[in-house]
């Protein structure tokens, strides 16, 4: 069990009277952040709370079979809807991200908020914009936290829907368990899921084996024109243009995975993915033993994370920030030849 870094009765008090919830997570959700939420949302529902999960933007098509899923509410195209749940709600809780300023508009909305705030996390170094942490960087994923809470407040109510959307959570975040964060602790959960009835070959199946043929060419294109070394071998990147992906028919999604390809590569020690949006250039870096991603994402990049796994922004031409990429790595060749 994590440290109770929280005050986990004054919660549970809270919690024993009905409340008007909202809870909410990063930008460009992934399965950890869907899945923790979702979770959640099954569990307090089950406690006859109003719940609404708020996400900022879409999500993957091969996250949209859990529980609940039809009735998240997108910030970016129902905004007025979103403001007044915040507004009427009691309690918000906001998931796998450390600052507020990760959930773009939504934050300020969340900030300017008089009702009680929930940080359930696992990334490093959160801002202090909450009533309650639950906080444990050693944690494999956000959904490894909310078990515990499940746990604590009610085990019997943590059902094979629930169970579903805490493994996805689990199983993305720990990269199909085989990132450094898959502790002993972590397979007695699954374990404890299965027990409640997941099909653990049917959850695989419907996140890793539902490609479309767009998404495998865009892969292939990806690793046979565009996967460059640099800093001796030990760096490996990837760039994709707006052109690269509009020319693949990119939906959300296509890319999630794509970085750890570059990381495979025998002797590469980080690995980047690049990508030309409309807005920005984004970011997802990845590395393997003692380098940290996450201090070159905050030093460099404006962004942050985990040790080995981080991301980060900038407002340039790609032309540019890939310039500015190519000169900050070349810094660190000495830290990746180790």
Known sequence: MHAKNYKMDQLKEILSVRQNIVITTHVNPD???IGSSLALKNFLDKLGHSTNVIV???YPEFLK???GNNSIINFSSSKKLSQNLIEDSDI???LDFNNLNRINDLGELINNSSSKKVLIDHHLEPDNFYDFKIHDVKA???AELIYDLLID???SLIDKEISECIYTGILTDTGSFKFSSTSSKVHKIVADLIDRGINISDISNKIYDNNSID???LIGFSLSQKLELTCDGRAAYIVLSRKDLIDHNFKKGDTEGLVNYALSISNVNMATLIIETKERIKFSFRSIGGFSVNKFARDHFNGGGHKNASGGSLEDKLSVALDKFLE??????????Y
């Open 31 to 33: 399965g950890d952040a």
């Open 56 to 58: 900022p933007n879409d």
């Open 65 to 67: 079979w859990m529980k």
């Open 92 to 94: 918000i809780f906001c």
């Open 140 to 142: 494999s994923a956000t």
């Open 153 to 155: 407040l009610d085990s």
């Open 215 to 217: 998404k495998l060419k």
């Open 328 to 337: 900050s790595i070349s810094k660190y060749s000495k830290d990746l030849n």
